[in-house]
């Protein structure tokens, strides 16, 4: 079991929590609440993969330069599992139509 600690600049914080996935073999579970900076804390059960989370989590925020902080609790997901995980998370923080006044 390893724990990492990334930090991302963001400038765009999100609009309310998410949590999407579940702990489970080849999957993870993605917990997003609003923050002013982009911290993230991964629990993997798989050790030695930092510099793939590093370079994946990278690409992603590169992408999406929001604000928040990001809890992955990993049980030996992929890159690609890893980023639509996030990417679902993501979406789900967006202001529903009823919030935006439509």
Do not use: C, K
């Amino acid at each position: 079991m390893e724990t990492l600690q990334l930090n991302f600049p963001g400038t765009r914080p999100i609009a309310r929590r998410a949590h999407v996935g579940v702990v489970a073999s080849g999957d993870l579970e993605v917990l997003l609440s609003p923050a002013e900076t982009t911290t993230v804390t991964i629990r993997t059960s798989v050790d030695g993969f930092g510099p793939i989370w590093r370079a994946t989590l990278e690409r992603f925020f590169a992408r999406h330069p929001v604000a928040m902080r990001v809890e992955i609790n990993d049980a030996g997901a992929t890159p690609g599992v890893v980023t639509l995980r996030l990417a679902q998370a993501l979406e789900e923080t967006a202001p529903s139509s009823q919030e935006s006044g439509s």
